[in-house]
């Protein structure tokens, strides 16, 4: 009885080491070189090895020499592709892998001059160009995304001398971006706000102006040539870069041209029309140191304007009445200014019962001689019943 058990387990193993070879999973292996077109290696790209019949995807990474190796490769037709930062380098169809060992060496400058098959040897190289030129391009998007960091915690702590001249590497990396130049001028301007020497205050406020101005001309640029560019969100930051190009040329006594930018971006984004017209308003209080009839009335204008925009903005009412008043006559003991000064106190008082100018509207209607609202801000009782 054991001999027979003995004899069975001997053709069970016989069996299982006689199985036929077809049950095998047979694999092959690939491997190769990947150069750019100064025949240096490509390292850290991916080679992606794609089987057109199942869809299976091998990613195989490049060393520092450009190599890549991979073992156990299903025999098939192979797509491959060389990426780098997401970025197509080269491609070829139709590779086929068998259980032997297969070479794809990927050489950019070979590929160019020979011409890929149906791809004219001109055609090559302007596809190997448009790759190589997206591949820096992203590679100098995120320098400059980086120093756009930096520059936003020196910034954030405070150091704004530091933010500047970051932000003035970036603009030297690559001169051509808008955005580059409106934030070193945001930041130039924070570090002339701080700035104790006069005139090294005069030489950051006009720094920040040629900055601003920089960034205007290429956004303009960009949306005359562009029709696709032309979006309401590019238009917005037009307006953007012209009312912080007021704010700059207001700084630095520049009051005519601080005007004429502040309109503009009112033009250009009537949604926040309110604001640029109210900074307007604020531009020509603050120039108008003597005290004269045609600047004044202008900043009136302006704060009509803000408020035809906006009309709950609290602040635009007063800035309107404090420079009314700047036309105010004495007949007699009493005190009187222009139809509509005191109306324009009482609509700040109005909107902002306990706001940061209260007391100085309270006093000038009071020097007015009108009557002060005082229910401003306070709950009515309900009705007894």
Known sequence: MKQRLAGAALITLLAVFCLPAAFAQATGS?????????????????????????????????????????????????NVRLVQNNNELFHINGVAVGIEEITQDIDLKKEMSSGAPGVSAEQAKQQVEQREKALKENAVIKTLNEKLAAAKTAADAGDFDTASKTMAEATQADPNRDLLWAKLGDYTVSAANKQSDPAAKTKEYEDAIADYQKAVDLKQKNLDTDPKAKTPDATKALASYYNNLGKAQASSGKTEDAVKSYNQAAQMDPANAGMYYFNLGGTLTN???????????????????????????????????????????????????????????????????TGPHAEEAKAMLQGLGSTIETSYGTKKKPAKK
């Open 287 to 353: 120039a108008n140191t003597k005290n004269d009839p045609e600047m004044r009335k202008a900043a009136v204008d302006a704060f009509d304007k803000a408020i035809a925009a906006d009309p709950n903005k609290a602040d635009a009412y007063y800035w309107k009445g404090t420079n009314m008043i700047g036309a105010a006559t004495l007949q007699g003991d009493k005190m009187v200014a222009p139809p509509g000064t005191a109306e324009a106190f009482q609509k700040y008082l109005e909107l902002a019962p």
């Open 30 to 78: 690939v491997k190769g070189v990947c150069k750019d077109m100064d025949g240096k290696p490509i390292a850290g790209a991916s080679v992606e090895w794609t089987n057109t019949d199942n869809g299976r995807k091998y990613d195989l990474k490049t060393n520092k020499n450009g190599e890549y190796f991979s073992l156990g490769i299903s025999p098939g037709k192979y």
